[in-house]
């Protein structure tokens, strides 16, 4: 008797430890083939055969349609340079350019992968759309009040994601470092 509840036990123990960890990493993420470049990550793997079961736990999870390797990466942020969480309540500046991509999108997601419900329906920008400076380079600025330029409103959310989709572009599995692939920063530049 005593076998059998030491063994009810164990198998108990190990089930609500395997589920808490598959749990953990469907909503939280995992490194495991990530790319990080400052604030930005993507897993350049999702899009391939060879995805690792916890991506591909987190792809069902959420409902998403990854980007396929031959045709891109999607990189998210949800936090500045300085590791503050975005914040729909404060400025945000979105600077700089973008590694070489045939196009790009920048969208805004709440934390839970939904597009952020704002009056304008706007939800994010494109590399043909986006208003440039002389130099190449662009400036975004998120916030929940109506600002000048390339404007994207958060709706006042508290905290929110951002995710830049690069569309035929050399950025992947083998890129490293910000010198490979050029990030915009991002840079929380005042809250009310």
């Known amino acids: 008797m005593r076998l059998i509840l030491t063994t009810l036990t164990a198998l108990l123990l190990a089930t609500v430890v395997g589920v808490g960890a598959t749990w953990m990493t469907t909503t939280r993420g995992t490194e495991i083939g990530a790319l990080t470049i400052g604030p930005w ?24 349609l990854p980007i396929g390797t031959g045709d891109g990466v999607a990189f998210t942020a949800t ?9 729909g ?21 709440d934390r839970k992968g939904h597009l952020v419900a704002n ?34 409103p958060t709706g006042g959310i508290e905290r929110y ?10 950025v992947g599995v083998a890129t490293r470092t910000q010198r490979d692939a050029p990030m915009p920063t991002i840079s929380t530049v005042g809250c009310s």
């Open 161 to 170: 994601a951002l995710m830049l989709r690069l569309y035929d572009t050399p």
């Open 79 to 87: 936090a500045d340079d300085k590791k503050k969480a975005l914040d």
């Open 41 to 64: 990550t993507a897993r350049p793997r999702t899009g391939t055969a060879d995805v690792d079961p916890y991506s591909r736990a987190t792809i069902v999870r959420n409902g998403e």
């Open 89 to 109: 309540r404060c400025d945000v500046i979105v600077s700089g350019v973008t590694p070489p991509a045939r196009f790009w999108t920048l969208t805004l997601y």
């Open 119 to 152: 009056s304008l329906q706007r939800y994010g920008f494109t590399s043909q759309e986006i208003v440039r400076q002389s130099d190449g380079t662009f400036e975004i600025r998120i916030a929940s009040r109506s600002r000048s330029g390339n404007w994207l």
